[in-house]
Structures are given as C-alpha cells and as structure tokens.
C-alpha cells in the first residue's frame, strides 16, 4: 500500500496532476476519440473546452486576483483574427501563429489592464467593457483584419502539423484538449506558486499586500496580461477547431457574460471549478432544448422556446448560486468528503 501511494505521490508531482486527474486525461486523450460520435466532438466537447480555457483565464484574473472584467470575449476576439492573420501574411505554422497570437492580446489586456492600477470593483468592470466595445468596433470598421470581406466573415485555416491535417472532428478534438491541458498545467504551477499568494494576496486585502512586499501594480498588470493571453488562444480554439469560422460578431457581449457565469458557476479561485461550470453552460441548454423540442414541438413559437430556454437557464443559475454560492467544485468537494468517509466505515 505504501509503495502504490508512493507511485501516487511521484506522479502527482511529476505531473502536476492528482490521480483522478490522470484518469480523466487517460479518458479524454484515448477512451473518447476511439467511442464518442463526430456530433459530441462536435457539438459538446470542442466548445466545451473553448470555453473552459476562457474561463480559466478570466479565473485566474478574476479569482485569484479579484480584478472583475466584462471583456472576456473582445480578448477572444483578438485571438482569433490575430491568428488568422499571422497565418495567412507570414505562412507560419499554426502552434507559432497561436502563441503569437496569445501574445497580442495579452499586450491588448495589459493596455485595458491599466485602469486597475486606479479603479476597483464595479468600477473596474464598468472601465473592461472598453475593451468589448472598442474591439469589436476595430474589427468590423477596418476590412483588413477580415482580408477584406465585406460581412467580416472568414474561413479559419485548417490546422496542419508536421504535414498532418487535422481536420477532422477527432484531430480538432485532440488538438484543443492538448492546447487546454498544457495550459491548466501551467496556470495550475503559477497559482500554486509564489505568484499565486501575491495573486491572492491583491485579492483580499490591497493595502496588506503592500505592507508585506507584494508587489501589487505588477501583480495586477501580469493578471491582466495572463489572463488575456489564455482567452485569445481560447479564441482561436473556438474559431479555428469548433466554429471554423472568424467573425466579430461571434464575440460580443454576451460571449463575456456566458464566460463570467462559467466562473462564478464553477466556483472562484478553483481550477476544476471553471471546467465544473463550462460543463453546465455547454450541456445543459442542450438538455434543455431536446427537452422543449419534445415537449412543445409544433405547439409553440420556435423563438418562443428558445426564450423559454433562457429563462429556465437563468433561473436555475440563480436558484443556483442562492443554494451554493462557492460553485459546482464546493459541492464535488463535500461529495468526494462524503464518500471518503463511506469507504472508510466500509
């Protein structure tokens, strides 16, 4: 027993990753491209884990470092054109495209980042939504970011490595589930760090951190950026792998609210939290929809019903939240609590 926990233990630091965690990768990387049908790859998981890395980023801004902003999706936004048009005017590989990609829209983040050196709270929030409007107001009055189309409509690149096409659902697949695993890992070794206390530590108290040497304008501006960087590659895997299509409009408003409400679902300051949530607002509109569909089919208004969804949606999201306010991993954590201590008098 004692050399198998001590494998455990080697492995988790290895890796980074708990042993329940390495299961589900062994799942995802192997059992699911071998069993899952192309409309799950499609319609469930490639979104799925678009947007469980836009919520880890905004986590990590968010969550850990209690800087609110409502402009998730313009940083999706820059993401995706910036890697489409690294790759259509330089001929770089896509892995190049997309990191350099992450790169200008961390520097966007870091420049709509600034008013958190001064303003906080609702405020702050009030002072992202910049950077929503802003982007989208660029992208669709200069034609060249769309190689001038004029409805701003663009054909992603298919994503090819080493010569090999990955065009099809499972290729997408892994490729957006490799992209989302390194990233976790990495966000998961920075709040597990020294950065991460500062990071916690401008959170919780500002004027505290300064007294005990956090660096707190840096602490701020790196969140920013971070953040930013991790929610344009999350751009790009929701343009290039599950739409496969670029346009402004697909990163509107509403794109940031869904990507708040992954965060604040799942549960703040928690990686398993953001998937936990991503999860619900990818599957359970759909659960909701074949449900309306079965129930209502031909007796009401297809808008109808979809406004009928979205109230359903709300409400449970509010019922929600009054019933735990700290997400979907608080409730998993006393579960996992419950059934320990069920083994244990086993």
Not at 118 to 140: D, M, P
Not at 308 to 331: C, Y
Request: charged share 10%.
């Amino acid at each position: 027993m004692s050399v198998f926990s001590a494998s455990v233990t080697g492995a988790r630091l290895a890796t980074g990753f708990s042993l329940p965690v390495l299961v589900v990768l062994s799942l995802g990387f192997v059992a699911v491209p071998l069993t899952a049908s192309p409309y799950v790859l499609e319609a469930i998981l490639l979104p799925f884990l678009a947007l469980s890395l836009a919520g880890l980023g905004l986590n990590l801004l968010t969550g850990y470092c209690g800087q609110v902003s409502l402009g998730s999706a313009a940083f999706m936004a820059v993401g995706a054109f910036a890697a489409y048009n690294f790759d259509l005017r330089t001929g770089l590989p896509i892995p190049v495209s997309i990191v350099l990609a992450a790169l200008t829209a961390a520097v966007i983040g870091l420049v709509f980042g600034l008013p958190s050196l001064r303003l906080r709270g609702f405020y702050l929030a009030v002072s992202t939504l910049a950077a929503q409007f802003f982007v989208q107001w660029a992208l669709t009055k200069f034609s060249w970011f769309s190689n001038g189309s004029p409805s701003g409509i663009i054909a992603a690149p298919v994503i090819e490595l080493a010569g090999l096409r990955l065009d099809s659902a499972v290729g997408r697949y892994l490729f957006s589930l490799t992209i989302v695993t390194a990233i976790t890992l990495l966000v998961h070794r920075i709040v597990s760090g020294p950065e991460g206390v500062n990071l916690i530590a401008v959170r919780d108290n500002e004027t505290a951190a300064k007294v005990i040497g956090v660096p707190v304008l840096r602490t701020k501006l790196v969140a920013f950026a971070l953040s930013s960087g991790i929610i344009g590659i999350a751009g790009v895997l929701w343009a290039f792998t599950y739409l496969r299509t670029v346009e402004p409009a697909g990163f509107n408003l509403d794109r940031s609210f869904q990507i708040l409400f992954i965060v604040i679902i799942g549960g703040l300051a928690t990686i398993r939290g953001t998937f936990l949530g991503a999860g619900l607002i990818v599957v359970f509109p759909l659960l909701l929809g074949r449900l309306s569909a079965f129930a209502f089919d031909g007796l009401i208004d297809a808008g109808l019903i979809k406004l009928i969804e979205r109230i359903v949606l709300g409400g449970t999201i509010i019922l929600f939240l009054i019933a735990e306010p700290n997400g979907l991993s608080a409730i998993l954590s006393r579960l996992s609590a419950r059934l320990r201590a069920l083994v244990r008098r086993g």
